[in-house]
């Protein structure tokens, strides 16, 4: 399955349920965040201008910033 994530003014929003782990890393393995999702949408705020892959439980989603 496929993590709906969504890049709006330099954050990234992804939906998730309450409990799962949301995690988001750099290409090259680098973690950037971890959380513990609330149930709907977890806002988190990176840098631009890079590539993020974004996990959410088993769901795993690749984003540009």
Excluded: C, H, P
């Excluded at 988190?44 to 974004?54: A, E, M, P, W």
């Amino acid at each position: 399955n496929q993590a709906v994530v969504y890049v709006r003014n330099n954050q990234l929003f992804v939906e998730a349920f309450e409990g799962e782990s949301i995690e988001v890393y750099t290409v090259t393995g680098i973690r950037l965040a971890t959380r513990m999702a609330q149930t709907g949408v977890n806002v988190f705020d990176l840098t631009k201008n890079q590539v993020v892959i974004v996990k959410a439980g088993d769901r795993v989603a690749k984003v540009i910033m």
